[in-house]
Structure formats: C-alpha cells, structure tokens
C-alpha cells in the first residue's frame, strides 16, 4: 500500500536520486537537441532550475516524469 503514497521529496532526497537519473535524462536531451553537447547543457540547466525550486513541500510519485 505504501507504492501507492506519493513521496516527499526534499533536496537530499533529489539529489541521492540524480546520478541513477542523470544519464537517461542526457540521452533524451542529446537527442532531442541533436547534440551530446547542448544535450548536457539542457540537463545542467533543468537540474539546477529543480534544485532551486524544490521547497519539500511537492509530492512527487513518479520523479522521472516530473514537471
């Protein structure tokens, strides 16, 4: 029962979940960029833009799909 309970994420709890996340998500930018490079720009802007907005308070079930 408790899958079904969406988490609270606070910053620690985004960042430990990063690096298992980090590598899909350059994939999908590089690719939707054309570019490994800007691919990697895209991920460092959107994951410090999270970080920053990140208050603790969301409940977040599915952090991949996060918006």
């Given at each position: ?14 960042e430990a979940m990063l690096p298992g996340l ?44 996060w918006r």
């Amino acid at each position: 029962m408790d899958a079904m309970i969406p988490r609270k994420f606070d910053r620690p709890a985004l960042e430990a979940m990063l690096p298992g996340l980090r590598p899909k998500l350059h994939r999908y930018c590089a690719r939707m960029a054309g570019s490994v490079i800007d691919g990697e720009d895209i991920v460092q802007e959107t994951l410090l833009k999270a970080l920053q907005a990140l208050d603790g308070s969301m409940a977040v079930e599915r952090p991949e799909q996060w918006r």
